[in-house]
């Protein structure tokens, strides 16, 4: 049984020591800053599982999408449903060039895509958890795997770290373990307020027969609204649109469930979903468009005929026959040049509105991230130690920041990673002195 009260002959461990709970993005980076700052530190990194830097590993579909190319740090804030404001600052002291200087001065090279998200050169996530494993090592940082973390009290003169292999003392320690839930409970121990997490980045399950065998469709550019229950203005979000065997998924419907990941959890994932599959055209301007196409193909079937515009490409045939379909009562063998003024408006109605109603969540597993944690009024955001029990810090995911696809959640790990690290060197910099 593992011992919490840490008596000093339990398990040596040299001082000033940093404990790092938690083997991931930010625990890493957090634990290189300080070593790196103040190589006299003792850096022990604790990972529950038996190999670190797991996420990493399978992120951005085994790429990891390591951070953005947005330079702007308001934009690149703009990009976080919570911790916008925090991010600016924060941002201002480690960002997104920072961290592709980081990994560049370590041989790893980044490159953009044209979506602004940047990727090791090799396409592997092995490169970026080989760099940071090897400065670990370089810099004598000792990495514990297979050793949970269970318990965290605060001593007189530092914390005791309660593991399944033994106590450890340390005059600091970084949590970083991600979502993970004992956290929230040992941090609200500390007199901590956390916000409830609710999972983000979640795709929409629709049960609806009009998406029957349109799985695999993408329409390149709509603009989705979802109303939730007690909220007065819909969420709202243009991007690609992907119809999947259980609804929707797609750039659009993922910063939808981001914005919404906390009002949509309080509604059990029920809500209504309204999607322009033409939203950069008006209604007078489809109107328009229809008339002219249907003047141009009046001899053809119209579900062999999607509209085309000059504003966005036309919509794949076997979508356009659905909306024809179900949308406006065409049938297979009606002409362009037969339909009905009723059945023309209801064409437009359900390609600039159509109602869907949502019925539960959906996994995005490319990505997805917790949102809660720590709330942020709770920590010195110049450093991330807690406002209550100096010496403790905390970063990552276990904050109450998380970003949108496209690198964002990654950045947050090395900011406060780093922001965290560099603060405990100080610390123990100024204590030497
Ligand atoms: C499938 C997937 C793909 C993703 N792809 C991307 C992407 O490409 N780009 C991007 O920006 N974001 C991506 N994300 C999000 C990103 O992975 C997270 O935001 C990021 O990993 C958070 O880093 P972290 O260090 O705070 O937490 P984590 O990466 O979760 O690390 C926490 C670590 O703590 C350990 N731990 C937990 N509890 C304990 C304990 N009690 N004792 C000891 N150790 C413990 C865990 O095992 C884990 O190793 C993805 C997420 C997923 C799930």
Redesign the pocket.
């Known amino acids: 049984m593992p011992n919490h009260s840490c008596p000093p002959s339990q398990k040596h461990v040299p001082s000033p020591t940093l404990v790092v ?9 957090g634990a290189l800053a300080a070593k790196q700052h103040h190589p006299e530190l003792a850096v022990v990194i ?4 038996a ?6 590993k ?4 085994g ?6 190319a947005c330079r702007d740090h308001r934009d690149f804030a703009a990009h976080y449903p919570r911790g916008q404001k925090a991010l600016i600052g924060m941002l201002a002291r480690f960002d997104a060039a920072d961290t592709v200087a980081w990994f560049e001065q370590r041989r790893v090279r980044l490159k953009t895509e044209a979506d602004g ?1 940047l ?1 090791p050169d090799t396409d592997d ?1 092995q490169t970026i958890i080989d760099c940071l494993l090897a400065e670990a090592k370089r810099l004598g940082i000792t990495v514990h795997t297979n ?4 318990r965290l009290t605060k001593t007189t003169d530092g914390f005791c770290v309660a ?1 399944n292999h033994g106590p450890f003392n340390a005059s600091a320690v970084l949590l ?5 839930r ?2 929230y409970d040992w941090l609200s121990a500390l007199g901590h307020a956390m916000v409830p997490p609710v999972p983000s ?1 979640f795709t929409f399950v629709v049960n609806d027969p009009r998406l029957a065998g349109l799985a695999g469709i993408s329409v390149p550019d709509a603009m989705v609204s979802v109303v939730v229950a007690d909220q007065k203005q819909p969420l709202k979000a243009e991007g690609p649109l992907l119809i999947t065997h259980w609804g929707f998924s797609g750039p659009a419907v993922l910063k939808c469930s981001a914005w919404g990941a906390r009002s949509l959890h309080q509604t059990h994932y029920k809500a209504q979903l309204t999607v322009d599959m033409v939203p950069r055209l008006g209604f007078g301007e489809v109107e328009a468009a229809m008339a002219e196409h249907r003047q141009t193909h009046e001899k053809g079937l119209v579900i062999n005929y999607p509209l085309q515009t000059t504003a966005h490409p036309p919509l794949a045939k076997r979508l356009w026959a659905a909306l024809c379909r179900h949308g406006a009562g065409i049938t297979e063998t009606q002409r362009w040049g037969t339909l009905s003024k009723k059945q023309t408006t209801r064409l437009i109605e359900t390609l600039k509105r159509s109602q869907w109603q949502i019925d539960g969540k959906g996994v995005f ?5 917790t949102a809660g944690g720590t709330a942020l009024a709770e920590l010195d955001l110049a450093t991330m130690e807690s406002r209550h029990v100096p010496g403790l810090y905390v ?5 109450d920041v ?2 949108l ?9 090395w900011t ?2 780093y922001l965290a690290g560099t603060a405990i060197a100080n610390r123990f910099e100024k204590e030497k002195r």
Do not use: M, W, Y
């Open positions: 709970v938690g083997g991931g993005a930010a625990g890493f980076f604790l990972e529950a599982t190999r670190p830097l797991g996420k990493v399978i992120s951005g579909g790429r990891c999408n390591v951070t953005n998200r990727f996530s050793t949970k973390v269970t593991t970083a373990c991600g979502a993970h004992p956290a980045l597993k490319e990505e997805f991230v970063a990552g995911e276990l904050i998380d970003g696809t496209g690198g964002f959640n990654f950045q947050n790990a406060t990673g």
